[in-house]
């Protein structure tokens, strides 16, 4: 099942003001609307990067158990898989659940409509 991530592209000027009009209550986001926003192209493409979707594809299709299960599955190092995991995290792309002393990945969105605003 895909599960869809709305994702804006939004200069940080625009963006600033779009959240103080949301505040004053001037404007309401509307239903469909990203909720996940990036300032430019190229931060979004470091998140969603070649490597990173390819790794959200390892994770969907494996499943692993711990992130050294993963480091095993993907040859990337423990701790360079948890940055990039907590930053995907962060934007709602994984989910990083804690079971006793171990950290299982997640994913929670397979695919991604992106919205640019200019």
Do not use: H
């Not at 003001?17 to 990203?34: C, H, M, N, S």
């Not at 423990?78 to 994913?107: A, D, F, H």
């Amino acid at each position: 099942m895909n599960t869809v991530l709305n994702v804006g592209i939004m200069p940080r000027e625009q963006f600033q003001q779009r959240v103080l009009a949301i505040a004053a209550g001037r404007y309401a986001p509307q239903p469909g609307e990203p909720k996940i926003w990036f300032s430019s192209m190229k931060s979004l493409s470091e998140v969603l990067s070649d490597n990173n979707m390819r790794l959200l594809k390892m994770i969907e299709e494996n499943q692993p158990e711990t992130l050294k299960d993963l480091a095993t599955l993907s040859g990337r190092q423990t701790s360079n898989l948890s940055r990039t995991l907590k930053t995907m995290e962060r934007y709602g792309i994984v989910e990083l659940c804690k079971q006793n002393r171990s950290v299982r990945p997640v994913v929670k969105a397979t695919a991604f409509n992106i919205q640019y605003a200019i």
